[in-house]
């Protein structure tokens, strides 16, 4: 298998239908969104699907670069760091998405949606500007 641009692109362009769905739902306030059970978990189903076409990128990097495997998905973006693919300051920043990520998909019964919502919202610009690093590295290549 070969590193695959359309791949990463097609990723790229689904993010960003995500990202369009979410401003949308943040344009909704925070206690209204706790208020409706379903449109809590409209954004959690949302932040879910966004990180794990990240990861589906990472992963691609690393696979199809025969860069160094990690032991978990927080580690992809360390690998993408050292390979000059994301700055290092920035990859140990977004690579706390995995484990909201994680409390997103295997903790409801412990898992605080207002606080998911205000990270969520905090990181939000986060997503754009990982997708602005991976699109000037594939320029670059």
């Not at 960003?16 to 969104?33: G, N, R, V």
């Not at 409801?108 to 205000?118: A, G």
């Amino acid at each position: 298998m070969t590193f695959d641009d359309m791949f990463i692109y097609k990723k790229i362009n689904t993010i960003k239908e995500y990202l369009k769905e979410i401003q949308d739902f943040f344009k909704t306030s925070d206690s209204e969104i706790l208020r409706e059970a379903g449109k809590i978990h409209i954004g959690e189903r949302l932040f879910q699907l966004i990180v794990d076409a990240i990861l589906d990128i990472n992963q691609h990097f690393i696979k199809e670069l025969d860069l160094k495997l990690t032991e978990d998905f927080q580690g992809t973006f360390d690998t993408l760091a050292e390979n000059k693919i994301l700055p290092q300051e920035f990859a140990i920043k977004i690579s706390g998405v995995v484990n909201l990520r994680n409390r997103v998909v295997h903790d409801y019964e412990k898992f605080d949606q207002k606080l998911f919502l205000k990270e969520f919202r905090e990181e939000f610009a986060d997503f754009e500007e990982y997708m602005n690093y991976i699109e000037k590295y594939l320029e670059k290549k």
